[in-house]
């Protein structure tokens, strides 16, 4: 829908602070030659560029340890980037754990200034004024913090708390120190901002990267040998010069690929080079803000097949019985934002080519991409808003050849993830039921193009604007499974997403449904305006000892995210018998 109004406490809170970048010391200058100048910091690829691996950081000896500094630049078409640099330059690497290993991360916030030029100048605070960044405060567009998506870990800051951790210009590098749990299932997660209020912003700039939890091979055998690649699909703002709102097809978003960018309204391709004939293993990644994709690849117009290996992290039925040759064959795969698939897939044969794309996604009934009614002089009508429009296009040209240079393969780990011991989600009965569900509202009722505020709300509860102050919206204790019944009351499509742990859909509309993978993202159709309202069913599995604390649950399309569409769920420690 339309753009979410600014959120009054945050904008009240973002007058209250705001750092300079402090003088860099001698140390943190030298940077490595392949870094060019600040203003260059978050460079990216031309158009229809051949699609090149992340750099990968690997954890040695149990331990991965680097610095990401986080920087920003102004592109062409003078929108803000976004980037994670690394010690070596590398921008947004792929980082490589086993289950077990320690992941070591030292964030400096390098934001330029000139990204809050909007606040006023008295509202600036002194670099060297004392900041303890798990304090909590005014969260602005140059704060940043970091979130594991889907890893099981503490949600304790320095490890994986994003509703109080604030890291401003001039502050020392803040060190993130996370153990991988030996249970967590191998797979594709990912690492990215969670700054209240502007999280879309960040994400649309290209702040985020690829975590592997490696092991894959030990749990799906096809996956062993097999060349592999990471492809992250990201959105960011549509260049001002392609409004043209006579177009039904215009995106809201542009994508890239890798980094590389494939615009509107052309949209020339990247370039995916295979060798013929070869099976490869893709992890991909839908790191957009906001965009759905429903993913296929098609040779000369036809359709292929997917070997679909795991979704959000985790391999289909994964720590169940024949789960290791359970790799179902699929012609497309939908991702919402922030969602995972990790599939097989086989090369054309010699001389063939062939694409990747995504398909249309309808987002709704109240969707702005909605075709609108010809004006009475026969042109199209204007449309409003102009979000939630995501038509088909493609995303990369895959051509055969044989002087391919073969990708790195899947590594079989050397420590296997242990199972839990405890019984399978799908088998336990739930301590207790909940109804939560999704509404927006505008905000001048009679205004139909007036912004849009977005909740999620416990059945008997008042809507209300996520507020970071206020006391958790549901209480658990450790050891608790529950089944949350989320409905969609809105004429929009919603994703519902929970930090440090997966669920399991068990139920769809009042239907038993139960799909085959635990996961941490999950779509919530829109409602049609009458019947009963779509709804899904999720076990939300409060067994896990590490998540002990309060985190929060939310849309995971951003824009609604920041538009107030989110909860916090505290776990308290078991109950004594």
């Excluded at 001002?240 to 097809?249: G, I």
């Excluded at 959000?312 to 169940?320: I, S």
Aim: charged share 20%.
């Amino acid at each position: 829908m339309r753009v979410p109004a600014p959120h009054i406490y945050v904008a009240l809170l973002a007058l209250l602070v705001f750092a300079f970048i402090s003088p860099l010391r001698a140390e943190e200058r030298e940077m490595p030659a392949r870094e060019t100048s600040r203003a260059d910091a978050c460079g990216r690829p031309a158009a229809s560029s051949n699609v090149k691996e992340p750099e990968t950081r690997r954890a040695s000896n149990g331990l991965l340890e680097l610095t990401l500094r986080v920087r920003t630049s102004i592109d062409p078409n003078g929108h803000t980037r976004y980037c994670y640099i690394d010690e070596h330059g590398f921008q947004a690497p792929t980082l490589r754990v086993q289950p077990g290993d320690t992941l070591v991360i030292h964030l400096k916030n390098e934001i330029t200034p000139a990204v809050d030029r909007h606040l006023h100048p008295h509202t600036v605070r002194s670099a060297n004024t004392p900041h303890d960044p798990c304090a909590g405060g005014p969260m602005t567009p140059s704060s940043i913090n970091l979130h594991f998506h889907g890893l099981a870990i503490p949600p304790v800051c320095h490890q994986d708390e994003t509703l109080k951790t604030v890291i401003n210009p001039g502050d020392p590098p803040f060190t993130y120190r996370v153990q991988i749990p030996n249970t967590q299932p191998p797979g594709l997660y990912w690492y990215h901002p969670h700054v209240h209020g502007f999280s879309e912003e960040q994400l649309l700039g290209g702040e985020s990267g690829a975590l592997i939890v490696e092991g894959i091979k030990n749990v799906v055998p096809q996956t062993a040998g097999l060349p592999e690649r990471v492809l992250i699909i990201r959105d960011e703002q549509m260049p001002d010069a392609a409004a043209d709102n006579h177009d039904p097809n215009r995106p809201t978003k542009q994508l890239s690929i890798n980094y590389i960018p494939v615009p509107y309204p052309k949209y020339p391709p990247a370039l995916i080079k295979m060798k013929p004939g070869q099976t490869e293993f893709w992890r991909v990644l839908n790191a957009s803000a906001d965009t759905f994709l429903n993913l296929a690849v098609e040779y000369e117009g036809k359709r292929q097949l997917l070997g679909l290996v795991s979704l959000d992290g985790v391999p289909l039925r994964f720590g169940q019985p024949g789960s290791a040759s359970y790799v179902p064959q699929e012609t497309s795969i939908f991702l919402a934002s922030a969602s995972r698939a990790e599939f097989l897939i086989t090369a054309p044969a010699a001389g063939i080519t062939g694409k990747l794309l995504t398909f249309g996604v309808f987002r709704g009934a109240d969707e702005d991409g909605k075709p609108a009614p010809a004006a009475k002089n026969g042109q199209p009508a204007l449309r409003v808003g102009l979000d939630d429009v995501d038509p088909p296009r493609p995303l990369a040209i895959i051509v055969s050849s044989n002087d391919v240079v073969p990708s790195a393969v899947v590594e079989s780990s050397s420590v296997r993830t242990t199972v839990k011991g405890e019984a399978p989600l799908d088998s336990v009965r739930p301590v207790r039921k909940r109804k939560l569900y999704f509404s927006e509202k505008l905000v001048n009722p009679a205004d139909p193009k007036s912004a849009t505020l977005f909740f999620i709300t416990e059945e008997g509860h008042t809507p209300e604007i996520f507020d970071p102050s206020a006391p958790p919206n549901i209480t658990v204790h450790q050891g608790d499974v529950e089944d949350w019944t989320i409905e969609n009351r809105s004429r929009e499509v919603h994703t519902f997403h929970v930090h440090q742990l997966h669920f399991l859909v068990v139920g769809r509309q009042g239907t038993g449904w139960e799909e085959p993978s635990l996961r941490d993202t999950v779509n919530v159709a829109a409602w049609s305006g009458f019947g009963p309202y779509p709804s899904i069913t999720v076990r939300m599995d409060f067994r896990d000892p590490n998540i002990v604390g309060t985190f929060p649950f939310h849309c995971h399309i951003v824009q609604h995210l920041d538009g107030g569409m989110m909860g916090t769920v505290r776990v308290l420690p078991a109950e004594k018998h």
